[in-house]
């Protein structure tokens, strides 16, 4: 790390509270400590699995904000999630006009996968930057 990116991390370090802009499945996500992210259903995770993300757009505090270019590098920061619940979203109508009088109904609700954000953390020089898988 330079000089530079090593007072600008320490700076960020002293601050108690995070935010991270974090991408899954090429959508973004504004969360903070114990937020919950509901996204599109992710069929190989387990409830309980624990995830880490690594494709931050950008992380800070009130008073500093490091972003990525177009992401942060993942030895500088680590942020995990677990997986809450798997469920479907309520059913949404769908109307497929025909002819006068034969309008078709169709029901459908798509499924979603729940995350808590468990963790959000500056590394030090020398810790974090290792991924799993």
Same mark, same amino acid.
């Given at each position: ?25 090429? $959508?973004? +996500? ?8 509901? @996204?599109?259903? *992710? =069929?190989? !995770?387990? &409830? ?26 993942? $030895?500088? +920061? ?8 798997? @469920?479907?979203? *309520? =059913?949404? !109508?769908? &109307? ?38």
């Amino acid at each position: 790390w330079s000089d530079k990116t090593e007072s600008a991390l320490a700076l960020l370090r002293s601050q108690n509270r995070y935010f991270a802009i974090v991408e899954i499945k090429r $959508k973004p +996500f504004f969360v903070h400590l114990r937020d919950m992210i509901i @996204t599109d259903r *992710m =069929k190989d !995770l387990q &409830i309980g699995d624990e995830l880490i993300l690594d494709r931050v757009r950008e992380i800070g505090s009130d008073d500093f904000i490091l972003r990525g270019n177009p992401y942060v590098d993942p $030895k500088y +920061f680590t942020l995990k999630t677990v997986v809450i619940e798997h @469920t479907p979203s *309520m =059913k949404m !109508l769908t &109307i497929h006009k025909k002819r006068v009088g034969k309008d078709k109904l169709r029901y459908n609700h798509a499924h979603h996968t729940m995350l808590r954000v468990t963790e959000i953390s500056i590394n030090e020089r020398g810790t974090g930057g290792s991924l799993i898988g």
